[in-house]
């Protein structure tokens, strides 16, 4: 995960997990029509861990982003996108390079993933359904969406109290 850390050089986003990759090129002249997996096991973005994810990607035209499918099914969460990613493989090429984005549909995703982004929150359990759109440009990393919180806790360090939390709707 290391290369994709070094693309997106981001200060607040880390991932972790170990590659397993199949891609079929049947042209290298055109690379058109390219598709592939990427399986990738215990996959981890700074301290949330989401288990195994497996990222589709299919290239209709080698001068258009990439069309992407990601899954992730772990415990009781979901987490499914949909989106796309700038791969330049020949020049010139007119987007913005390695640029993304991906539209997800959470199901019981979990409240601790805002501890990723907010460093006085700890101690977070439950979660919601929602959507999030993860997405960059030119390089800067950007999160938006709508989650409810169906039924979770967590503490605000400095309060030293429990927060709980239900059926509330959250805008990132």
């Given at each position: 995960?290391?290369?994709?850390?070094?693309?997106?050089?981001?200060?607040?986003?880390?991932?972790?997990?170990?590659?397993?990759?199949?891609?079929?090129?049947?042209?290298?002249?055109?690379?058109?029509?390219?598709?592939?997996?990427?399986?990738?096991?215990?996959?981890?973005?700074?301290?949330?861990?989401?288990?195994?994810?497996?990222?589709?990607?299919?290239?209709?035209?080698?001068?258009?982003?990439?069309?992407?499918?990601?899954?992730?099914?772990?415990?009781?969460?979901?987490?499914?996108?949909?989106?796309?990613?700038?791969?330049?493989?020949?020049?010139?090429?007119?987007?913005?390079?390695?640029?993304?984005?991906?539209?997800?549909?959470?199901?019981?995703?979990?409240?601790?993933?805002?501890?990723?982004?907010?460093?006085?929150?700890?101690?977070?359990?439950?979660?919601?359904?929602?959507?999030?759109?993860?997405?960059?440009?030119?390089?800067?990393?950007?999160?938006?969406?709508?989650?409810?919180?169906?039924?979770?806790?967590?503490?605000?360090?400095?309060l030293i109290v429990p927060i709980n939390?239900?059926?509330?709707?959250?805008?990132?």
């Open positions: 995960m290391d290369i994709v850390n070094d693309l997106l050089q981001s200060h607040t986003v880390h991932f972790k997990g170990i590659i397993g990759t199949e891609i079929i090129i049947p042209s290298l002249k055109t690379f058109q029509d390219t598709r592939g997996t990427i399986d990738i096991t215990d996959f981890t973005l700074n301290k949330s861990h989401f288990g195994p994810l497996r990222i589709s990607f299919d290239v209709p035209d080698a001068r258009q982003p990439w069309n992407l499918k990601l899954i992730s099914k772990s415990l009781n969460q979901d987490l499914m996108g949909t989106g796309t990613i700038n791969v330049p493989v020949f020049k010139p090429y007119t987007y913005h390079p390695f640029d993304f984005d991906v539209n997800f549909d959470l199901r019981n995703f979990p409240l601790s993933f805002i501890e990723n982004f907010i460093d006085a929150v700890s101690g977070s359990t439950g979660g919601g359904v929602g959507n999030i759109r993860f997405y960059s440009e030119k390089n800067k990393l950007n999160i938006e969406g709508n989650v409810l919180i169906q039924k979770a806790t967590t503490h605000i360090d400095y939390i239900i059926n509330q709707p959250i805008r990132i």
